[in-house]
């Protein structure tokens, strides 16, 4: 069992930046693989970004690849997404979530979700 909480969403101008949190309860945290999708109004949930257990393999939406950064710290418990060049249509609510599979992920499936956090960029 996993539980996420998200933290760290706010009101930023374009072109700004914004980091993430999502600190996981467990001591079977690092065995999973953790991913950031995020929900905008009127639109389905999208996947953001997957990171596998040991951080050395990650893999981006290419809407935000190259300025958004995924990564971990398992001594933490905790998984981050830097979010760097932000633009309005980066505006939605940023979940969290674990699973045991990156495909998984990547497919918008995952075992364990977060709550959320709201992320408002201003144009």
Do not use: H
């Not at 997957?50 to 893999?59: D, P, Q």
């Not at 001594?75 to 495909?103: F, G, H, R, W």
């Amino acid at each position: 069992q996993v539980q996420l909480v998200e933290s760290g969403g706010g009101l930023v101008q374009a072109g700004g930046s914004l980091r993430l949190s999502c600190a996981a309860s467990g001591r079977t945290f690092s065995s999973y693989y953790m991913g950031w999708f995020r929900q905008a109004p009127g639109k389905e949930r999208e996947f953001v970004a997957a990171i596998n257990w040991s951080g050395s393999s990650t893999y981006y939406a290419t809407s935000v690849e190259g300025r958004f950064t995924i990564s971990r710290d398992n001594a933490k418990n905790t998984a981050y997404l830097q979010m760097n060049s932000l633009k309005p249509e980066d505006t939605a609510v940023y979940y969290c979530a674990a699973d045991n599979a990156i495909p998984n992920l990547r497919a918008g499936y995952a075992g364990y979700w977060g709550q959320g956090t709201q992320v408002t960029v201003s144009s």
